[in-house]
């Protein structure tokens, strides 16, 4: 995300880093490489120009001058100036009535059905009941899509297969809503290749009859500067509420999310990170920041983790860890637990300076490799996972054939997790070690 944009900034950064004293035309040298990232990662020049003009004001104030690390004081300026130019906080949806209403709107090939799903499935966990309306009356495979999508999610959908009125849909679907408790209608509508008329003027009307709380404007990242002026011309006509961000995972430049807040005034509420169900978060312009200035994003990481690992599992794995019973069961859990939080590159990219780690490390590599020692656990039987110290060499073989590697990767495994077995259980007895001496400390200190 952003790889290109957060290396040049990076790289101007090294050099901010070892200014010892502050002034106009230093400031302004690396400034200008800042603007010319900005320009290269299609960021609107306007906005790029004030962005530039805003950091240099602050940046040869007295506070900057009298600092004790100059440069650091200058990377805080541009790190402010960026959460400010992103929206300053996360704008949440604001929905009220029962039901509410949210309009899906776009141009064709935005995500706008994907998006749709993901939003459901976010508000359902939130507590919501929502209900998804299809709303495209020109795509039939919209329809079949979100149909598809709410059967994954397990949520209700509204579909009226024939139907052209999109009108008469909307109606039906709020009767529908209110019958069945659904309290918020989300209205997947139709997209075209461009921005023409007929569509415009159709989502009005939608509009007027529905009175929605919010109008997402569901947007590619990867169009850059075009999105902004997309955002822009439905902005004028619909009066949209925020943006959704989709493909955001593939941006390597990110204009659109520079851009957007400042040209449009309408904040970005949600961004897509990726092609699963669950890759979709709220759009936070601090984290954001932080990501393209190679900070990382350990609070979204957290928050990934707690959503993904259940706590009285991982307190149960960290006792049998402690006593030294950990399996290849247990440790085929734990491979599974890491899928549920991403990809590696987008784990580590928001680790501080995990940016520079990605560039030096393939982490497609590990990955397959994880995915080898998840097809050779699986191959085995429940008791041999429970009891590897039973894999004979007619075992191995049987299990390599399963999982189509070759019987010394098997054995590589089996070493590792043997070593790792290891190593447990002498922690256990240290720590077991470290709490009798604990408990016979104070009695030692009386005397």
């Given at each position: 995300?952003?790889?290109?944009?957060?290396?040049?900034?990076?790289n101007?950064?090294?050099?901010?880093?070892g200014l010892?004293k502050?002034?106009?035309t230093?400031?302004s040298?690396?400034?200008?490489?800042?603007?010319?990232?900005?320009?290269?990662?299609?960021?609107?020049?306007?906005v790029?120009?004030d962005?530039i003009?805003?950091?240099?004001?602050?940046?040869?104030?007295?506070?900057v001058?009298?600092?004790?690390?100059?440069?650091?004081?200058?990377i805080k300026?541009?790190?402010?100036e960026?959460?400010n130019?992103l929206?300053?906080?996360n704008?949440a949806?604001?929905?009220?009535?029962?039901?509410?209403?949210?309009?899906?709107?776009?141009?064709?090939?935005?995500?706008?059905?994907t998006s749709?799903g993901?939003?459901a499935?976010l508000?359902?966990?939130q507590?919501?009941?929502?209900?998804?309306?299809?709303a495209?009356?020109?795509?039939?495979?919209?329809?079949?899509?979100?149909?598809?999508?709410?059967?994954?999610?397990?949520?209700?959908v509204?579909v009226?297969?024939?139907?052209?009125d999109?009108?008469?849909?909307?109606?039906e679907?709020?009767?529908?809503?209110?019958?069945?408790?659904?309290n918020?209608l989300?209205?997947?509508?139709?997209?075209?290749?461009?921005?023409d008329?007929?569509?415009?003027h159709?989502?009005v009307?939608?509009?007027?009859?529905?009175?929605?709380?919010e109008?997402?404007?569901?947007?590619?990242?990867?169009?850059g500067?075009?999105?902004?002026?997309?955002?822009?011309?439905?902005?004028?006509?619909?009066?949209?509420?925020g943006?959704?961000?989709?493909k955001?995972?593939g941006?390597?430049?990110?204009g659109?999310?520079?851009?957007?807040?400042s040209?449009t005034?309408?904040?970005?509420?949600?961004?897509g990170?990726?092609?699963?169900?669950?890759?979709?978060?709220?759009?936070?312009?601090?984290?954001?920041a932080?990501?393209?200035?190679?900070m990382?994003?350990?609070?979204s990481?957290?928050?990934r983790?707690?959503?993904?690992?259940?706590l009285?599992?991982?307190?149960?794995m960290?006792?049998?860890?402690?006593?030294?019973?950990?399996t290849?069961?247990d440790?085929?859990?734990q491979?599974?637990?890491?899928?549920?939080?991403?990809?590696?590159?987008?784990?580590?990219g928001?680790l501080p300076?995990?940016?520079d780690?990605?560039?030096?490390a393939?982490?497609?590599?590990s990955?397959?490799?994880?995915?080898?020692?998840e097809g050779?656990?699986?191959?085995?039987?429940?008791q041999?996972?429970?009891?590897?110290?039973?894999?004979n060499?007619?075992?191995r073989?049987?299990i390599?054939k399963?999982?189509?590697?070759?019987v010394?990767?098997l054995?590589?495994l089996l070493?590792?997790?043997?070593?790792?077995?290891q190593m447990?259980?002498?922690?256990?007895?240290?720590?077991?070690?470290?709490?009798k001496?604990?408990?016979?400390?104070?009695?030692?200190?009386?005397?």
């Amino acid at each position: 995300m952003f790889d290109s944009l957060s290396g040049k900034l990076q790289n101007v950064f090294k050099n901010l880093r070892g200014l010892g004293k502050i002034s106009e035309t230093n400031v302004s040298d690396s400034l200008r490489e800042v603007r010319l990232a900005l320009l290269d990662a299609d960021v609107n020049f306007k906005v790029a120009r004030d962005f530039i003009e805003s950091v240099k004001q602050k940046a040869i104030g007295a506070e900057v001058v009298q600092s004790i690390q100059p440069g650091q004081q200058i990377i805080k300026i541009i790190h402010d100036e960026l959460v400010n130019l992103l929206g300053a906080s996360n704008a949440a949806l604001e929905l009220s009535g029962n039901p509410a209403c949210i309009l899906m709107v776009g141009l064709h090939g935005s995500g706008k059905t994907t998006s749709s799903g993901k939003l459901a499935r976010l508000l359902n966990k939130q507590g919501r009941l929502p209900l998804l309306v299809a709303a495209d009356v020109y795509r039939p495979a919209a329809m079949d899509q979100l149909a598809t999508l709410a059967q994954q999610l397990e949520l209700p959908v509204f579909v009226k297969k024939g139907e052209t009125d999109v009108l008469r849909i909307a109606r039906e679907a709020l009767d529908f809503a209110r019958a069945n408790n659904r309290n918020t209608l989300i209205f997947d509508t139709a997209g075209r290749l461009q921005i023409d008329e007929p569509l415009v003027h159709e989502l009005v009307r939608l509009r007027d009859l529905v009175k929605p709380q919010e109008i997402l404007l569901v947007l590619d990242a990867a169009t850059g500067q075009e999105a902004v002026n997309v955002a822009t011309h439905f902005d004028q006509a619909l009066k949209i509420t925020g943006s959704i961000l989709t493909k955001l995972d593939g941006d390597a430049r990110g204009g659109a999310a520079l851009s957007m807040k400042s040209v449009t005034g309408k904040p970005i509420k949600f961004m897509g990170v990726g092609e699963k169900l669950d890759d979709f978060e709220p759009f936070h312009p601090e984290r954001m920041a932080s990501r393209i200035l190679g900070m990382g994003d350990v609070i979204s990481l957290v928050e990934r983790a707690a959503e993904a690992v259940d706590l009285e599992d991982a307190k149960r794995m960290e006792e049998k860890m402690r006593k030294g019973q950990f399996t290849l069961e247990d440790f085929l859990e734990q491979l599974r637990q890491m899928k549920k939080l991403g990809s590696l590159e987008s784990i580590v990219g928001m680790l501080p300076g995990g940016s520079d780690m990605i560039k030096g490390a393939d982490l497609s590599k590990s990955e397959k490799e994880f995915r080898r020692m998840e097809g050779m656990i699986c191959a085995m039987t429940f008791q041999e996972r429970r009891n590897p110290q039973i894999l004979n060499a007619k075992r191995r073989v049987r299990i390599a054939k399963g999982s189509g590697v070759s019987v010394a990767e098997l054995n590589n495994l089996l070493n590792r997790f043997g070593q790792m077995q290891q190593m447990m259980r002498k922690m256990g007895k240290f720590q077991k070690m470290m709490a009798k001496m604990g408990g016979g400390m104070p009695g030692m200190l009386r005397r």
